[in-house]
Structures are given as structure tokens and as C-alpha cells.
């Protein structure tokens, strides 16, 4: 799920989470004050009002905002170059070097000592490119074409940078829009501009060779486009000390000590890495979960061994008759939903009137390796039901399932309509897969290949996946922000990275049982074995056609890991009445989009004939966030207003405050 998208400001994404570079987590706020909801216009209306009010308040007590200072040219710092700074920047870097050898010296002897670090090719890369290059071969006019503009697009580069060289006009050429090339100098001086259209241009004509390439099996083509994205973004000149203006800027204008910095921040990320590179994407002691992460109140009133049962205090004297029970993805641990108070989904829930039941996985260890997918579904989806029956005293419940959480409610309430177990009246998604044929980049590693080699790395770590080979799969979906932007940032420039709340979450990761890793990637990713009808599971064939209840399916616009495409697929799956919107943004700032923000929009179609294109076509647009959308819709199946349940009332007790223990398990 990290998804961790991607993020689309300074700070780098995740996810499709957006990331100030200055963003910080507000302290922890105390419950809200308890509300009254005389009628449920009222209830809806009262927030927004307060909302628009503080924003207005806001916005007359916020200062200008300072301009942004655009960096000196480099030349100019290079020339303001004296003796002394010359040679303590000769000095420095001599120490950085012999620094760096140390460092990376550690880093290959911690490395010899894993045998999975050493494995020649083990997604089968090279087969792949192999192939696409072979068939390449029997496509002569594909080659020449591409070679022809290839280097007509050279020509028009060259002779736009004559030009500017020769009159010293700077061509307008819009804004920025590729951060790698943020930096003014990337179009302020000629040389570097021509660096960077050439090796845009270049790496433009490399993809599109591979994609171009006939003959070739899609799962074949979309390794082989993966893996040479990879290259290619691996070698753009931003990546580099010498080409990268704002490393050459930083290192003259601190005399070498930004290097300095870097290399002991690159040492810093190598031992948390035992050798592999963590890369520290935010300041880790700037955040604790339960203090100024997860703040939400609560008790946690269930626990077993796979799941603890939060269950969060009203914050209205009404609610609806119906709770919601929410199922996050067991990869992320759940906070994601209640980072602070101005973004949290689960407070929002509560100020409209729903008893809001959540589910926090445990971070499993060793002796969880033959933790399967029935496991989850039998001590998970259905322990929760019945401890949520108990608790709040009712029969049906409304659920959400999170990603990979949904793909396991999905594959339940299949289980649950062959068993006649009517408990769910509804379930909503978000960014959910149930058919996984177009299930995007992640398919790249769950092939045959792929799951061999996650298979040896999960024996490697004692039948769990490690926190770490998790994110270093999501950060290489999105290499040029997740990686290669704290390469720079970290290790170059010698930046410590801010505190960011998103990004601390994205770090907190949770380890995964083999026996359950090994199923869902081989079940759902490789064989889409689900909405195929070959999948048996607890004694029962499933089929989402069984599934007849209300299904609301949120997915994403710019989703890299559940696709639009995918989860709109996966809607045409359901034997009932389904609703299926598209949000903007990515996988994580498309679902926590909070009213408040008036960011963003989202379209709407009742009509789910067809293609998503043909969905899309007549689909209407709506500004800012889904969420009212979504709370109207479950209003009208939510039954009366109720007294407000509190933790305890039912016939579960509180075993411990919320957010619980098993959240506050790291992966260390």
C-alpha cells in the first residue's frame, strides 16, 4: 500500500500524499467537545460552517507568505571562490572521500553476510529485456524511426541552446513540472539545460523503444519497462555531484562540509540498514504513536493474536443505530487514518454520528510464519464481527476495507453470502482490488520470479518479509521521489530530512507472515484467482457474484497501485447494487482528503456499463473532497439515531487505551 504515491510537492510522495517541505504534526489535540445532533441536516451542515469560519479567521491572522529566494547562479559562486575557502574545500573533500570508503568498506562486509544481497538477477530482469531487445531486432522500421526523431529531437535541442548561447535569450519554456530539475540553473545556464533536455530526450527514446516492441507478452513488456524506468532514472544527470547545480551550489558555497554531512548521513542510513540503504526520508524521533500520531480517543476492547479491536469514544450524544467497522491493510499499520486532528477520517467520522469500530493488525513476528490467509479471514474479518456485535449490541454492522484489508473483506463476505451470514450490511472500499488483471506495477514482482525470490527472503528473515524489503519495493515504484530525491537532498547537500507525520508512517512498517504473503500475491496478483472463480478457501468456492449487499468503491485517479482501471474492474465483480466513484489524486491523499482542505474533486456515475473509459465519459465532476458523498451514502442505510455507545457499555471491556500495543510494535 505505501502506495506508501506519490506526493507532489518539495518534500518528495507518497503515495499520492502531498508533503510540505516544512509540513510538521500538530501536538495531540484532546477530545472535542460533545455535540448535539438535533436533526441530520443539522449535523451535516454545523462542521462545514465551523470550518469556513476558523478558515476565514485563519486566513486574516496568517502572515504573507515570505517570497521564495532564488538561489545565486553558480558561476557567481564559483568566482567568489578564494584561496582559503579553495583549499578547505580541497581539505574537506579529501576527508569525505576517505569517509566515504570507510562507510561503503562496513557496508559490503555487513552485506556478504546476508546470501540473498548477492543473488544474480533474481526478478529475471535481464530475460526480459533480452526478449524485448530480440524482437526489437525484427522491427527495423521501428528503429529507424525512432532513431530518426531521436536525433531530430537532438538537432531542435542544439539549436535552441546555439541560440541562447549566442544572444542570451532564455527560451520561456512554462513551469517547472519534473522536480528533479527544480533548480533554476537547470534553465538558466545553457550548459546545464542542454544536460537535462538531452538526457530527457534520451531517456524518452529508450521507453518508448521497449514499449514499441511487437510480439512480446504483456507480463514480459511490463518487467522490462519497469526495470529499464529503473536505469533511466537511475542515470539522470540530477543524480550526480558534478551535473547536479544545487549539490555543486551547496558544496563551494559551505566549502565541502555539505559533503561531509551527507556522508555521515549516508553512514547513519547504511547501519539502520545492516548494510543495506534505509534511506531516511523524515527526522524518526520527531513523532511517537499515541502522542502526537494516533490520537484519536479510544479503548482498545479485543484482542487476539492477530488483531486488536479499538473501539473510539463519541463525539456526538447521538449516533447512527449502525456502526462501521474498518479494516486497514495489515502492510501499513492503521494510523494513516488518524495522523493528526485537521486530517484524521476516523475524528470526522465520529462528529458525524457513526460508532466507529477499527481493526490494528498485529506487526507478526517468527512465530507467526504459517499465519495464512484463512487465519485472517477466520481469527480476523470474523473475530472482529462478532467482537462488534458484542461491543456495540447489534446485528449488522457497515464495513470499510483499505487496500489489502479490502481484499480480504472482499474475499470474506464471499465466504460470508455461501454461508448465509448476513451480519455486513454494506462495505465500502478504498482503493480496494478484487480483480487484480490490471493491478499495475506491483505485478512486476508477482510472477513466478518474483515470488521465488520474496519466498527465499522470507526464509532468509525467519518466515516473515522484513519491514525493509517492503519499502524498498514501494520506494522503487516511485525511485525518482522516494529515493533519488533523498540520494541528493540527504547525501549530496547533506540535508537532514524535516519531520513529517505522512512520511513517519510510510516508515513505520509491519512485517508479513509468509504463509499469508505467499497466498495473496500468488492467489490475487498472479492467478486473479478470486473473481476468476478458482479460489476455495474455509471449505467454500467464492464468488463475488454471491455478494448481493450495498458495495460503495472509492479508487483513485493518479492510483499507481490500485489503479482506476483495477478497482472499477473489480466493481463490475459484485452481484448487487455497487457505487463506484474515482478521487483525485493518488493512493493515500485520494482517500485521506478531508473536507477542511477544499483540495482535489471527485466524479460520480451511477452508470457502470462498459469500459471505465465509458464510465468516465459521462462521469460529473464534483470539487474538494468525497467524504460527504460518501457519509450521505451511508447515512441512508445506517438506521435511526441512537444513543451514543462509549467503550465498556456493551459487553466487552477496555483492555487498554487507544491506539493500543500492537501499533506501538516497530520493525526495528
Known amino acids: ?209 521497449v514499449e514499441k516492441a511487437e510480439g512480446v507478452e504483456e507480463a514480459t513488456k511490463r518487467k522490462a519497462v519497469f526495470y529499464i524506468k529503473q536505469a533511466v532514472d537511475a542515470a539522470s544527470p540530477s543524480n550526480f555531484l558534478l551535473t547536479n547545480p544545487a549539490a555543486l551550489r551547496a558544496l563551494f558555497e559551505t566549502g565541502g562540509e555539505s559533503l561531509l554531512k551527507g556522508v555521515e548521513n549516508l553512514a547513519e542510513d547504511l547501519k539502520r540498514g545492516e548494510g543495506m540503504l534505509a534511506i531516511s526520508q523524515t527526522d524518526l524521533d520527531a513523532f511517537k504513536v499515541g502522542e502526537n500520531v494516533a490520537t484519536t480517543p479510544g479503548k482498545v476492547v479485543f484482542r487476539n493474536r492477530v488483531f486488536e479491536l479499538i473501539q473510539y469514544n463519541p463525539t456526538t450524544e447521538k449516533v447512527h443505530e449502525v456502526p462501521l467497522l474498518i479494516f486497514p491493510p495489515w502492510i501499513n499499520k492503521f494510523y494513516i487514518l488518524d495522523l493528526q486532528p485537521k486530517n484524521s477520517m476516523i475524528r470526522w467520522l465520529l462528529d458525524q454520528g457513526h460508532t466507529v469500530f477499527l481493526v490494528s493488525w498485529v506487526n507478526p513476528d517468527e512465530d507467526m510464519a504459517d499465519v495464512g490467509f484463512e487465519d485472517y479471514m477466520r481469527e480476523g474479518i470474523y473475530a472482529a464481527v462478532d467482537a462488534v456485535t458484542k461491543a456495540a449490541g447489534v446485528d449488522r454492522m457497515n464495513t470499510v476495507g483499505y487496500c489489502v484489508g479490502g481484499t480480504l473483506l472482499a474475499a470474506t463476505l464471499a465466504h460470508m453470502a455461501k454461508k448465509g451470514d448476513k451480519r455486513i450490511q454494506s462495505a465500502t472500499f478504498f482503493a480496494s482490488q478484487a480483480d487484480f488483471k490490471y493491478a499495475g506495477d506491483l505485478l512486476v514482482f508477482s510472477d513466478d520470479e518474483g515470488i521465488k525470490f520474496l519466498e527465499g527472503e522470507m526464509d532468509q528473515h525467519g518466515g516473515v518479509l522484513s519491514a525493509q524489503t517492503m519499502a524498498n519495493t514501494f520506494n522503487a515504484l516511485r525511485s525518482n521521489d522516494l529515493v533519488w530525491n533523498y540520494v541528493v537532498d540527504n547525501y549530496y547537500i547533506g540535508k537532514q530530512p524535516p519531520p513529517f507525520d505522512l512520511l513517519y508512517w510510510n516508515a513505520d512498517q509491519t512485517r508479513m507472515p509468509k504463509a499469508l504473503h505467499l497466498f495473496y500475491l500468488r492467489q490475487f496478483y498472479r492467478d486473479n484467482a478470486l473473481t476468476e472463480g478458482k479460489m476455495t478457501v474455509m471449505g467454500e468456492k467464492l464468488s463475488l457474484k454471491d455478494v448481493t449487499i450495498p458495495i460503495f468503491l472509492q479508487s483513485s485517479k493518479e492510483d499507481h497501485i490500485a489503479p482506476a482501471k483495477s478497482v472499477y474492474r473489480s466493481a463490475l465483480a459484485y452481484g448487487g447494487p455497487v457505487e463506484y466513484i474515482i478521487a483525485g489524486s493518488g493512493h493515500i491523499a485520494g482517500v485521506i482528503n478531508h473536507p477542511s482542505a477544499q483540495k482535489y474533486q471527485y466524479w460520480t456515475n451511477p452508470n457502470l456499463k462498459g469500459a471505465l473509459e465509458d464510465w468516465q465519459a459521462f462521469a460529473t465532476e464534483h470539487p474538494g473532497s468525497w467524504w460527504p458523498h460518501w457519509d450521505a451514502w451511508l447515512t441512508r442505510i445506517s438506521g435511526e439515531d441512537v444513543d451514543a455507545r462509549r467503550p465498556g457499555d456493551g459487553e466487552l471491556q477496555p483492555l487498554c487505551d487507544a491506539p493500543g500495543e500492537y501499533v506501538k510494535v516497530r520493525s526495528e
Open 1 to 209: 500500500m505505501t502506495d506508501a504515491d506519490g506526493a507532489e510537492t518539495a518534500a518528495g510522495p507518497v503515495a499520492g500524499v502531498e508533503t510540505p517541505p516544512a509540513a510538521v504534526a500538530e501536538p495531540a489535540a484532546g477530545a472535542k467537545p460533545k455535540r448535539k445532533r438535533a436533526s441530520k441536516a443539522k449535523a451535516k451542515t454545523q462542521p462545514a460552517a465551523t470550518v469556513a469560519t476558523e478558515a476565514a479567521v485563519a486566513a486574516k491572522a496568517a502572515p504573507a507568505p515570505k517570497p521564495v529566494e532564488t538561489p545565486p547562479p553558480l558561476n557567481e559562486v564559483i568566482m567568489a571562490q578564494t584561496a582559503e575557502s579553495l583549499a578547505a574545500l580541497s581539505a574537506n573533500l579529501t576527508q569525505a572521500m576517505t569517509r566515504t570508503n570507510q562507510v561503503l568498506s562496513t557496508a559490503f562486509i555487513d552485506q556478504a553476510k546476508d546470501p540473498a544481497n548477492w543473488q544474480p538477477d533474481p526478478l529475471g530482469m535481464q530475460m526480459a529485456l533480452n526478449e524485448v531487445w530480440s524482437h526489437l531486432a525484427q522491427q527495423p522500421e521501428t528503429l529507424r524511426d525512432a532513431h530518426a526523431q531521436l536525433w531530430q529531437r537532438y538537432a531542435e535541442i542544439w539549436q535552441k541552446h546555439a541560440a541562447y548561447m549566442l544572444t542570451g535569450n532564455q527560451p520561456d519554456e512554462g513551469p517547472v513540472r519534473d522536480k528533479r530539475f527544480k533548480d533554476p540553473e537547470w534553465r538558466s545556464n545553457p550548459a546545464f539545460s542542454l544536460l537535462r533536455e538531452s538526457y530527457l530526450a534520451t531517456s524518452q527514446f529508450i521507453t518508448d523503444l
